[in-house]
């Protein structure tokens, strides 16, 4: 079963610093991956995704993630950490569980906190 | 709005009480998800409609849950006899083709009392 570890429930940054948000997945198959950012009392919104392809996918608001497929890593960064950062982020990995069900499994997510 | 829209944005109850989600999600997408967030945790996938067909449920869904959506359209997520465990945030996602990312909606907040 395909499952997502994000490493640090809290990452706190300065503002104009770089941002680093962990995720690392498991997969028997060649897995689609995606962040997402939740601000509270909201849903989801879709930061960038891999299916396949260039393994450096760029995003909105700055965000980039890069498959390592060796490393089964699929990190966020951001070069320059911004207050409107903060707010909690979503790793996912969608996994096929027979015909046309794919479904996203999601890490616990990573609250960003950005100090000015 | 082209957006996923879901209804109410919050819902407190007494326990015991049923209630009743709706989701509206994009027109074009014919896969429809729910999920359910508790406070300090990712989505769990609850269950999943491929047009008016519910092809998935997930252990989480309960005897006292039933999901419908009878057009292909807009689903609702009904709890009976609620529990103080029930509260969370209900989310509701959809999404065209098997590659592309889920479209969110704002979520129904439930709080049982």
């Known amino acids: 079963a395909q499952s997502v570890t994000q490493l640090g429930s809290h990452v706190s940054v300065s503002e104009g610093a770089l941002v680093l948000l962990r995720c690392n997945y498991s997969?028997?198959?060649?897995?689609?991956l995606f962040w997402y950012v939740q601000y509270p009392n909201q849903g989801l919104q879709l930061l960038l995704k891999?299916?396949?392809?260039?393994?450096l996918v760029k995003g909105i608001n700055g965000f980039e993630a890069e498959f390592k497929k060796s490393e089964t890593s699929f990190h966020l960064t951001k070069p320059s950490a911004h207050m409107s950062d903060a707010a909690e982020y979503f790793c996912?990995?969608?996994?096929?569980?027979?015909?046309?069900?794919?479904?996203?499994?999601f890490g616990k997510g990573t609250l960003l906190t950005v100090n000015p | 709005d082209t957006g996923v829209s879901q209804n109410p944005r919050h819902k407190i109850t007494k326990r015991g009480q049923n209630v009743t989600f709706r989701c509206d999600p994009i027109?074009?997408?014919?896969?429809l998800y729910w999920y359910r967030q508790t406070l300090g945790q990712g989505p769990e996938f609850l269950t999943y409609?491929?047009?008016?067909?519910?092809?998935?449920k997930s252990r989480l869904l309960s005897d006292r849950f039933s999901a419908e959506r009878p057009k292909g359209s807009f689903s609702t997520l009904e709890i009976q006899r609620t529990e103080q465990g029930d509260s969370a945030m209900y989310l509701c996602?959809?999404?065209?083709?098997?590659?592309?990312?889920?479209?969110f909606g704002s979520g129904t907040r439930l709080t049982v009392v």
């Open positions: 996602a959809s999404r065209a083709g098997a590659g592309d990312g889920y479209t």
């Open positions: 997969s028997s198959v060649p897995p689609y």
């Open positions: 891999y299916t396949t392809g260039a393994t």
């Open positions: 996912a990995v969608i996994t096929n569980s027979g015909g046309s069900n794919y479904k996203l499994t």
């Open positions: 027109s074009e997408h014919n896969r």
């Open positions: 409609f491929q047009n008016e067909a519910q092809l998935e």
